[in-house]
């Protein structure tokens, strides 16, 4: 068995006397003082993560644009530079290899931000697909990434650095040196929550986190982030997102430019046109029982007619949630349902995501 990998802030984990356990193949912070309190702290104050294990790949050259326009969803030729934007990575069947963002620098410059878990298939996915005048390099093993997440996120990042942090609105970057540390500095997050994520050299990560940690920002681990992901319906690969199904089926369409050629578009465009059998949807419980991924959807009658993919408490709503795929015809806000949990049929209802919103993701 291979052991699980370690991100640069591994030791100081530990210091801190922090839960580990292994994620994607990492060995990583579920909850240092506990989830809930990290989760509050999140959406009142600010946190940072460690998201060091995420993947950062560099493509760049002529038929960069080009090449990246035929491997993902999005339409690419309308990033501006200092823009990132959101989509899929499909295979020739339409399923999802990876949800990931785009970054552009340049005319010619782009940054790929991949899951950690999907990294490598990504990696030999993309490269197999390229021009050869465009060049890939995987920066991950190189790049340290800190989120930053909260509604004081800015003002206590300035005050620690000492200096103002770069204008920017909501998935806009800008490379920028913050305490003498070379960074880019991005307008986004998993959260739902005003903040930024910091990339920079692996080696300066200790120190960094060191300096933030000294300056009163506490650290939150992947069990609040998961909670605070799920209360905004964000969806987490390997649970929402898979390469069997496709990304139609997650999100009714957003994300995917239809009016472009890309990898998996005719699967993915039979879809738009013909809908999906099940959809992904939000499930609001009546208390607070939280099912589990792969727990049973029922209707009214008992009949099957879902699976859970994520759930959980949400803090911020005491009452419990899930994300769920759903037959089609189920699928309406307000139709009434239940949950199979451990045997018992607890009521739920279908809802819009966010079950949850803060309203500060997009703060200036």
């Not at 699928?331 to 009521?347: E, M, N, S």
Request: charged share 25%; with cysteine.
């Amino acid at each position: 068995m291979t052991s699980p990998l370690r991100t640069p802030l591994y030791d100081r984990h530990l210091a801190l006397r922090a839960r580990m356990a292994p994620f994607a193949g990492w060995d990583m912070p579920i909850q240092y003082e506990g989830i809930l309190a990290e989760h509050k702290r999140t959406r009142e104050d600010v946190t940072v993560f460690d998201i060091c294990h995420m993947g950062e790949f560099d493509l760049r050259g002529p038929t960069a644009q080009a090449d990246l326009e035929r491997l993902v969803t999005q339409n690419v030729a309308t990033i501006a530079i200092g823009q990132t934007r959101y989509g899929f990575l499909c295979n020739d069947a339409g399923g999802v290899i990876d949800d990931l963002t785009v970054y552009r620098r340049a005319a010619d410059h782009f940054m790929l931000v991949v899951n950690a878990g999907t990294r490598p298939g990504d990696r030999d996915w993309i490269t197999a697909r390229l021009s050869p005048e465009t060049v890939f390099t995987d920066l991950s093993d190189d790049t340290a990434k800190l989120d930053v997440q909260g509604p004081n996120s800015r003002a206590a990042l300035e005050r620690i650095f000492g200096h103002a942090l770069p204008d920017l609105k909501y998935f806009r970057f800008a490379d920028a040196t913050v305490g003498g540390v070379p960074m880019t500095v991005s307008r986004t997050g998993y959260t739902g929550e005003f903040g930024y994520e910091l990339y920079f050299p692996a080696a300066q990560a200790a120190a960094v986190w060191d300096r933030l940690l000294a300056g009163g920002i506490k650290p939150a681990g992947l069990g609040a982030r998961d909670t605070l992901r799920l209360e905004v319906g964000y969806p987490l690969y390997g649970h929402e997102l898979n390469a069997s199904l496709s990304p139609v089926a997650a999100t009714r369409g957003a994300f995917i430019d239809a009016t472009k050629d890309f990898i998996g578009k005719p699967a993915i465009a039979r879809d738009l046109a013909q809908g999906c059998p099940r959809y992904l949807c939000g499930i609001l419980l009546e208390g607070k029982q939280a099912a589990r991924a792969d727990a049973k959807v029922l209707d009214l009658n008992g009949g099957e007619i879902g699976i859970v993919t994520s759930g959980s408490i949400a803090p911020n709503l005491d009452r419990a949630v899930a994300l769920a795929y759903v037959d089609a015809a189920h699928t309406a806000p307000g139709t009434r349902l239940a949950l199979d949990i451990r045997g018992k049929a607890i009521p739920g209802e279908v809802v819009k995501v966010p079950f949850y919103a803060h309203g500060t993701a997009r703060m200036k």
